[in-house]
């Protein structure tokens, strides 16, 4: 049985006495796209988004897109994601998709998505069967926490995404491979992004929490990514932050010009 991380691209490489982590710009395309838009939006990122090195590029089209992009960008550099997962195996489940069939598909899945939790009634308990789902099979989690606009307001950030992180991760042995997003609910699709200092505080904090539940190591190598709102223009200011990894990028991701541009961004600022 081969050692998970052989083929693991996150190693905590010492430089300068810290660990470098590999960024990553993913792209959630939510419920957009037929199969014919998704492999042309593919096609048209392909060329460039191939050429930028260091840094993971993961787009997550919608399911019935999966197989067809992944014969796209077989033999490139480009990573594949799902948006969501079923936490049985097989069986009497109508309409759901299970951990073991994405696995013959793409390498990432996202998980615990604000969409999902607010529309979906999706509960801690639910994105912690998930997670542990997804893991068994060798899929990783993009595990996305974030509060609403009402508890930022009221300067309960850290104590919602803590209660997040503790239920979605109870019990769960997450490792250096998993991402985490941090995404504000008041962010996500309203054109009114986080500030990056802000950004970079409640990832600092992630991190720190990540530290106590899994120790020092793990929490130097994980990527942890900021969502909501980011655009070619105002990515720098989030990738610029010495906490946040890369971005979870929704209503950008569907414009190739500019999700390229993010990406290139962050290979500059974080790779040099
Ligand atoms: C998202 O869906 O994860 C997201 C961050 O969306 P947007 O970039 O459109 O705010």
């Given at each position: ?42 096609s048209e990122m392909l060329p460039s988004l191939d050429r930028i090195e260091n840094i993971e590029k993961v787009v997550c089209p919608p399911f019935i ?159 942890i990514l900021y969502g909501g709102s980011v655009t070619a223009s105002n ?38």
């Amino acid at each position: 049985m081969p050692d998970r991380y052989d083929s693991c691209v996150v190693r905590p490489l010492e430089s300068r006495g810290s660990t470098v982590r590999i960024p990553v710009i993913a792209g959630n395309w939510k419920m957009n796209t037929t199969i014919r838009e998704a492999t042309g939006l593919v096609s048209e990122m392909l060329p460039s988004l191939d050429r930028i090195e260091n840094i993971e590029k993961v787009v997550c089209p919608p399911f019935i897109s999966l197989g067809a992009v992944k014969k796209l960008i077989s033999g490139t550099s480009i990573k594949l994601g799902a948006q969501n997962v079923y936490f049985e195996e097989k069986g009497a489940y109508t309409g759901e998709i299970s951990p073991v069939m994405l696995s013959d598909l793409c390498e990432f899945v996202i998980i615990g998505h604000s969409e999902r939790r607010q529309y979906f009634n999706e509960t801690g308990e639910i994105i912690n069967r998930k997670i542990r789902a997804a893991l068994r099979v060798g899929l990783k989690p993009i595990l996305c926490v974030g509060e609403k606009l009402e508890e930022n307001e009221s300067g309960r950030t850290e104590e919602v995404v803590t209660a997040q992180l503790d239920s979605s991760l109870a019990g769960v042995d997450y490792d250096r491979d998993s991402i985490i997003a941090y995404e504000p609910v008041w962010a996500i699709g309203t054109g009114r992004a986080a500030t990056g200092k802000q950004a970079n505080e409640t990832i600092g904090f992630i991190r720190s929490k990540i530290e106590k539940l899994y120790g020092g190591e793990i929490a130097r190598s994980m990527r942890i990514l900021y969502g909501g709102s980011v655009t070619a223009s105002n990515i720098a200011e989030f990738v610029q932050q010495p906490e946040i990894d890369g971005a979870l990028v929704g209503g950008a991701s569907l414009k190739a010009v500019e999700f390229v541009s993010m990406v290139k961004q962050t290979s500059q600022i974080k790779v040099g």
